[in-house]
């Protein structure tokens, strides 16, 4: 009985984002005592929602996923790529039922630390709940931690990162947003205040932003969808350059390297189209919908909810901000290649969605020169940090693969400094 319920825990509402935010919904609109035609459209479009913004997401990672794949063949690269997913699933085939009961305790003690201190956050990006708690259980299961205490160290570890991070992410966030309706769920929250703090020092002129709308050149490239797929198309012909000649054929089942960076580009500029539409529809939705379990159940609560919420309040600096993240990566690379380091090879789809997120903040606060500056530096550092990562993972067989995000790494030094310092009481 246990296992069944551990295994739809972790397989069913944790592991679909669109049940659980769809719950929650439902949730906030029964406590609203709202009509049943409101219940039904409420639920049914937050679900639909956020699946649209994995619909989305799919496509716009099967074109990021064959644009490193022409990089790594191009430079002939072999090191560890950073992607949280894969390095989950290794976890889960060890450690399962512990990542679940992780979770259920995070879960716990998280409500509670929003219902009682003034970190009103609920966080509600469930796959990021997951890779945490696998992060989490890989550590304390390494250091001969039994699974009661696992999951008591686990749960309130992970229920401290929940309520922090939306915490630590949300004075940039705001700035954004415009308000306090929600905040940021999502393990890079440590990037966002770095991208904000360097923003920060640079100011947007109102005169730049004057002749920004006066330019009439730049018409063609105001709609931002038509930037993101020129933007894409560049990149991935840039990158096709570097390939020894007829590697881009085989790769592609014979398609010329122009007609794959036509295809590739229409993919990922159509599967931004369709993650902005799934964020205004879950959006419009969940957070109406929120405020009856803020009044009833955590008075003041606001939810956290996955970076892509933020793309929509400036899509092309999401997409400059990804790819001056990915060319802070690769500055990160060379760098490791000189000295001789393990290898990390930048991600390109934590940089998309981190570095995109990071690029809206740095680029709201501090315009063109503080994305440029911002993107870049945080590029770099979500690049160079799972370095110290890596070690901590390696007994456990995590070889060529660890975590993606920089909130990641940063708990994972920190948790396993403090084992190190307990055993040696």
Known sequence: MTANAVQWLNKGLIGEPALMLGLIALIGLLLQKQPLQKLLSGTIKTMLGVKLVQIGANETGASLSNMSAVIQNGFQIIGIIPHSETTTAMT????????????????????????????????????????????????????????????????????????????????????????????????????????????????????????????????????????????????????????????????????????????????????????????????????????GIADRIVPGAIPALDCPVLFSYAPLAAVTGFLLSFIGGLLAMAMMMQLQYTVIIPGVIPNFFSGGAAGVIAYKIGGRKGLVVASIIHGFVLTLLPVFLVPLLSNIGYLRTTFADIDYSAVGIIVNAVLDWLQHF
Request: proline share 3%; charged share 10%; glycine share 8%.
């Open 92 to 291: 889960q085939i060890n450690f399962g039922e512990e990542m679940a009961l992780i979770m259920l305790i995070g879960m716990i003690v998280h409500l509670a630390i929003a219902r009682f201190t003034p970190a009103k956050y609920i966080f509600m990006a469930g796959h990021h709940m997951l890779f945490m708690s696998a992060l989490l259980a890989a550590l304390l299961m390494s250091s001969n931690f039994s699974t009661l205490q696992t999951m008591l160290i686990g749960g309130t570890v992970l229920a401290v990162c929940m309520s922090s991070a939306p915490l630590i992410a949300q004075p940039y966030a705001r700035k954004v947003i415009g308000n306090n309706s929600f905040g940021l769920g999502h393990f890079n929250s440590l990037g966002y205040l770095l991208s904000g703090l360097i923003a920060s020092l640079f100011k947007p002129g109102e005169r730049q932003q004057k002749e920004v709308k006066k330019n009439k050149l730049i018409v063609l490239f105001q709609d931002h969808m038509v930037v993101i797929f020129i933007f894409t198309f560049v990149l991935f012909m840039i990158a096709s350059l570097f390939v020894p000649k007829g590697s881009i054929e085989n790769m592609f089942a014979g398609q010329h390297f122009i007609i794959v960076s036509l295809i590739q580009a229409t993919w990922f500029a159509a599967g931004c189209y369709i993650v902005l539409a799934g964020v205004r529809m879950m959006l419009a939705e969940i957070v109406p919908a929120f405020k």
